[in-house]
Nanobody
């Protein structure tokens, strides 16, 4: 089992920045990829960014604005710059292991 806990969400004005953090616990040595997804009201959950074996993948909508990094075996971060209103969503940390694991989510609201 793997547990994921996110932090760092909040309210920010358009053009601002936020940094999300996620810490994994439990069977962390089984994790081979970590990343972030988001779900806006009325929409499906979508990939934001992932990192696996040092390789990163980004949704087209966030390329050049967001950066995902995995500092060590149990922590993954999402630096979000130049935020837009359409980035408003609940952001979920995700870990790939023998199965998928999800955090509880953290709300990011971009509004003036």
């Amino acid at each position: 089992q793997v547990q994921l806990v996110e932090s760092g969400g909040g309210l920010v004005e358009p053009g601002g920045s936020l940094r999300l953090s996620c810490t994994a616990s439990g069977n962390i040595f089984s994790i081979y990829a970590m990343g972030w997804y988001r779900q806006a009201p009325g929409k499906q959950r979508e990939l934001v960014a992932t990192v696996a074996s040092g390789r990163t993948t980004y949704a087209d909508s966030v390329k050049g604005r967001f950066a995902v990094s995995r500092a060590n075996i149990k922590n993954v971060y999402l630096q979000m710059n130049s935020l837009k209103s359409e980035d408003t969503a609940v952001y979920y940390c995700h870990a790939s292991s023998v199965r998928d694991y999800w955090g509880q989510g953290t709300q990011v609201t971009v509004s003036s």
